[in-house]
């Protein structure tokens, strides 16, 4: 076996890439959701950006348009951060190479918290049992000094990124998360060099250094940053899973020879050969052997599908029992799974209206916070008791730290992360945060009833015999008939009689009587097959089987008569079969509030039997397309958020007004771009774990939100020294830092719990 990669490859032509692929950059120094709106500023004034959007979560930027990747990072640099672009080698290196910087980034904070506390825990040890923090004798001076420039060298070893992006700000005439933790700390040891060097400027009571606050704070932060990308890490698990489905190598026949060649290498048209228990390396059309393939990571449907010559098959997709041959058709970017992988990374990426208003807050967030610290400390060197100076620096200092808009900034990306993956897990592939959020509130449901509520395909669903006739040569002969015939009724009998092993046979002198049915002459014999209307005209006698034909309409079924030389030899019934889970499925949407609401172009009998076998009582029949953009506006005229689902054509009109349109069908084809939420799979419950999974999230997105703002509307009140008057209280600068370190592993932590919602309770 040979495999094809590097020079022996580069003569051959690969995928085209697409214009309208969107840039990712990677960017450092964002540390607060203060920093999004900067970064997205300054990226939407570069000339031909049409559109950018950042992850804080994830510290990514997807921007889309017509411009270099150079004038991107030219403008993020220009903001005081720096960026550079993913990288294109393959999304399982990207992958790597983003989990391998996390492990780096992780490894130097811990080392960072290492130092820092391991100066800041002893003195604070030293401070609660009771050890002096005063300055009075030269001695205390000197002990104090060595301590003063430990405590600087912790500042530049292990806080000098806060220092760093404050200074970046503070050029860009900004002010972000390390600006808070810069005054803050700067201030405490700032005081306290001020204590130890002239101490005599200074009230005897007033004469308390804070180095262990400083060393503290820097400590605690870079802790909570660790664990935060720690957690941060598990957030992505379900986009890690897309990516593995990805085969490496594929074995293509090339002028009569096998070859292992690269993924990056196989070329549309290329024969691919896949054994069992190998992953489909491309998108392709069988050409030889029969097998079943477990597509189920791709649509959530557990059943492995069974596909022979002719049949689609989807990359990622596990073979199961045979050997197959096949054309490719898609490759690279082009395939089903890389569309798949791209819309779940789109949408990860994006921000529900929700998290752009936390965005906007945080923006004006940080300098309110300087300014009420300004004020906390000008109220107790005014009005507070002695020592008024020390009061003033701890209060000012603890309402800068406290007040860091980390957990705001995370509390919705890490939430659309996780959900938008839950829902890829289930073959819902959410297309941005909008339709998220949207689909949360979803009050009303419209399902078109063809292929969507039923089958699509109409079936043969009974056989009465009439007059002594048997069945087979009955089936045989009407599948001779219907053979001359391409309408789908036709189709279903010729299909029914070819899985009883029957062929049909040569018929002569067809005739098509418009609405009525079709005639022909089958050795001899005079074949009528059509509705009791045709069978008047020919003097066939139906009377007697005409209530069990009219039971059968009554059911959703289309009855038709079949007479042999002038008698009626049978009456064959055929439906579109409602999907096995189509009931379960709508109770679901029902027990969750949603209104569902059925529409069909079929007659209304008919309507009102599969509505009735579903539970659906608001039903509307023979609706053309623009009929059902009219229903579409009446239920949103009347309050409520309308979901339409539809194949994405027929029902174009409908989609477009509908708040959130659903494609619904098999994904082979890939329609995302047409639709704000694509069901993998042909089953409803696709709906019902859309509605499921975007309101867990929303929820989920809510608790963040309202924890990261209580936090701080609490906290910040708290440290500017509120509860003092009344009980003498006054909050340490070492607990702010260690309680805004931990908002945002709180607010991580409660994301992740999206990771074991189950979607799928049927």
């Known amino acids: 076996m040979k495999v094809i990669s590097g020079q022996e490859s580069q003569d051959r032509p690969g995928p085209k890439a697409s214009r309208t692929e969107p840039i990712e950059l990677v960017v450092d120094g964002a540390s607060c959701a203060s920093c999004v709106d900067k970064i997205e500023s ?12 950042m992850n804080f979560a994830m510290r990514t930027v997807m921007v889309s348009g017509s411009v270099t990747v150079d004038a991107l990072i030219n403008a993020v640099e220009q903001a005081g951060y720096s960026a550079k672009p993913l990288s294109k080698v393959g999304e399982i290196d990207a992958t790597d190479e983003r989990e391998q910087a996390d492990k780096t980034y992780y490894k130097r ?35 104090w000094a060595l301590i003063g420039l430990l405590t600087l060298a912790v500042m530049v070893f292990s806080g000098k990124h806060f220092y760093v992006g404050a200074w970046q700000s503070f050029k860009n005439h900004s002010a972000t998360m390390d600006t808070l933790i810069a005054l803050g700390t700067g201030t405490a040891w700032i005081y306290s060099v001020v204590v130890v060097a002239v101490p005599d400027l200074l009230p005897e009571m007033a004469r308390h250094v804070y180095f262990e606050a400083t060393a503290m704070i820097i400590g605690l932060i870079n802790l909570g940053l660790a664990l935060e990308v720690r957690a ?23 002028e009569d020879r096998e070859l292992d060649v690269l993924i990056e290498q196989v070329l549309v048209g290329d024969t691919v050969r896949v054994r ?50 096949f054309q490719a058709s898609r490759v690279g970017a082009d395939t089903a799974l890389a569309q798949i992988i791209n819309m779940v990374k789109r949408a990860q990426n994006s921000k529900p209206p929700i998290g752009r208003l936390a965005d906007v807050i945080s923006g004006f967030f940080v300098p309110v916070i300087m300014i009420i610290a300004v004020v906390s400390a000008l109220v107790w060197l005014n009005f507070g008791p002695e020592p008024t100076v020390a009061f003033a620096v701890v209060s000012a200092t603890t309402v800068l730290i406290i007040a860091c808009p980390c957990a705001l900034g995370l509390a919705t990306p890490i939430s659309v992360i996780v959900g938008v993956g839950k829902a890829a897990e289930a073959g819902v592939l959410i297309r941005n945060g909008e339709a998220l959020q949207t689909a949360s509130k979803i009050s009303a449901m419209i399902l078109d009833k063809t292929g969507t509520i039923t089958l699509g395909t109409p079936k043969v669903t ?3 015999v009439a007059n002594g006739s048997n069945e087979l040569e009955v089936m045989q002969l009407a599948a001779t008939i219907e053979s001359g015939s391409e309408h789908p009724l036709a189709e279903a009998i010729v299909e029914s009689a070819l899985e009883r092993g029957i062929k049909p046979g040569k018929a002569d002198a067809f005739n098509a009587v418009a609405g009525q049915g079709v005639e022909a002459q089958v050795n001899g014999q005079a074949l009528l097959f059509g509705n009791e209307k045709l069978m008047g005209q020919r003097n066939i006698d139906v009377e007697e089987y005409v209530e069990q034909a009219q039971s059968l309409a009554a059911d959703a079924k289309t009855p038709m008569y079949f007479a042999v030389n002038g008698r009626l030899v049978a009456i064959i019934a055929v439906a579109d079969p409602i999907k096995e889970d ?7 949407m029902q027990q969750s509030g949603v209104r569902v609401v059925m529409l069909t172009g079929d007659n209304r009998d008919t309507a009102r039997a599969v509505a009735g076998k579903v539970g659906i009582t608001e039903y509307f029949s023979e609706v053309l397309p623009d009929d059902k953009a009219k229903k579409v506006q009446e239920l949103q005229s009347a309050g409520e958020v309308v979901g339409m689902v539809g194949d994405g054509i027929n029902d174009a009109p ?4 509908a708040n ?24 409803l419950h696709g709906l019902a774990d859309a509605i499921a999974v975007s309101r867990a999230t929303l929820q989920n997105i809510k608790q963040n939100l309202f924890g990261a703002f209580i936090y701080n509307v609490a906290g910040v009140p708290i440290a500017a020294g509120v509860l003092f008057p009344f009980f003498g209280v006054l909050l340490n600068p070492v607990i702010a830092g260690a309680a805004m370190a931990f908002s945002s592993v709180t607010v991580v932590s409660n994301a992740n719990r999206l990771r074991w919602f189950k979607a799928q309770e049927h």
Request: hydrophobic content about 45%; aromatic content about 2%.
């Open 42 to 53: 300054a990226l939407a004034k570069v000339p031909g950006v049409n559109h950018a959007e």
């Open 109 to 143: 904070l811990m080392r960072e918290m290492a130092m820092a506390l391991s100066l800041g825990v002893p003195l604070m040890i030293y401070g609660v049992l009771g050890g002096e923090m005063t300055v009075e004798t030269g001695t205390e001076r000197l002990v």
């Open 232 to 254: 941060r890490g598990r957030t992505s698990e379900a986009i890690r899973r897309l990516i593995g489905l990805q085969a490496k190598t594929a074995r293509v026949i090339r």
């Open 276 to 325: 069992p228990g190998e992953k489909l390396p491309v998108d392709g059309i069988v050409t030889d052997g029969h097998t079943s393939i477990d597509e189920s990571m791709l649509t959530g449907e557990p059943m492995p599908v069974e596909k022979c010559e002719g049949d689609e098959v989807v990359a990622g997709t596990l073979n199961k029992t045979g050997t197959i041959l």
């Open 462 to 464: 009974d056989v009465i």
């Open 582 to 588: 189509s009931i379960k499925a709508i109770e679901r």
């Open 654 to 657: 409908a989609l477009a007004l």
């Open 660 to 683: 959130v349109g659903f494609a619904i069908g098999t994904g082979t084809d890939v329609a995302i771009e047409s639709a704000d939420v694509t069901l993998m799979r042909g089953s």
